[in-house]
């Protein structure tokens, strides 16, 4: 599918899409708890269908209804197939902790952008919790036998994934043990660590951290079943922030201004860029301006890297955004897809390890190959619609995580046409 986006004039107000990474939480602990949780304004989208289906599959039952999924948890039994996780890397890495402690073998499998992505941390953690698992080299298919989860002492990086973290965080207080996490690297990503913390509070888990998130206490515990309301996504609301920014202005309404969300850092971003924005209880609202060029550290906010790029291509002078090394292992390799883009549409960039540079200019339209990546798709929409002609391949991607992006961007002026071909 192709999105064929014209120069446009944007005003309009769109309403934030839940979190997936808290929506895919809270079915975690809500499978985890025995007894019926409440799940409330879910986000319906691929991710999170892939945990639905995953989580069906080892005994967990659903009733869906608009905006409420009732979940029926804490009966597991072994699947009867393999547990394909689509190309959701939460789903994967929380459900291989999780099935350490279902009785019985289970295989999970990966979609075609998931399978070059890591996963051996987390086996080589499991390993030293005591679970029988193993993976394909670095990456998956993961096979875990599960029984008992014995606990103890385990260390492992904290740099490559915040999500094998925040995996063994769910499973921890289920251990026959005391759990002691000591992470031998500084993590990045922390606010996903917190918003994990965050998540199983909510389901009556306490777990003891250390200020740099860098050792962690887990003691026997038992989940409680919950309602749990999941709020707006930080990382879906800022292309349209950052569209505001480039091409007019609009306002994101159902973001909370004290989320734990680490892509909340977009307002800080964009105001340090020159940006008009005005916060209110629950949107914000950003208007056209003429923007400079930033210097920043995307280290705990990696999701952001194609929005800043977009915004730093048609930003007067010179931007760099260090603490990228992770962009390479996302969707796709996010760094190079990112200066493939920005090149067909005329604009300088230079890469090392940790640094990508990009030198503001006035940006042509082009057609960009997603490459399958949903925030390399709605990054360079936004940027299409303030210079026109321009062409996005796999347009269809954006479903992973916002499934009506398109129809909202539509809906506040944005010259769209889709070609389903």
Known sequence: MKALISKSEINGKVKAPSSKSYTIRGLMCAALARGESEILSPLIAEDTQAALNVLSQIGIRFHQQECLWKVAGGNFHEPDADLFCSDSAATLRFMTAICSIIPGKCRLVPGPSL?????????????????????????????????RLKGGIVELPGHVSSQFVSALLLIAPLAEEIVEIRLSTPPESKPFIRMTL????????KIESSKDLRQFEAVKQTYKPAKYEVEGDWSSASYFLA?????????????NPQSRQGDKIILNFLRDMGASVEKNQNSVT??????RGIKADLSDCIDLLPTMAVLAAAADGVSEFTGIFRARLKESNRVATVREGLKRMGVKTVEEKHILVIVGSTPKGSVIDAR?????????????????????NNAECVA???PRFWEELKSIGGEVKIDGK
Do not use: W
Request: proline content about 4%; charged content about 25%.
């Open 115 to 147: 399978a070059r992505r890591p996963v051996k941390p987390l086996i080589q953690a499991l390993q030293q919790l005591g679970v029988n698992c193993s993976s394909q080299g670095e990456v998956a298919p993961v096979i875990v036998e599960g029984d």
């Open 198 to 205: 965050d998540c199983l509070e909510r389901f009556g888990i």
């Open 243 to 255: 569209l505001g920014a480039l091409a007019g202005e609009v306002e994101v309404e159902n973001l």
């Open 286 to 291: 950003v208007r056209k301006t003429r923007l």
């Open 372 to 392: 399958g990546d949903h925030r390399l798709a709605m990054a360079f929409s936004i940027l299409g619609s303030e210079v026109g002609k321009t062409i996005i």
């Open 400 to 402: 992973k995580t916002y």
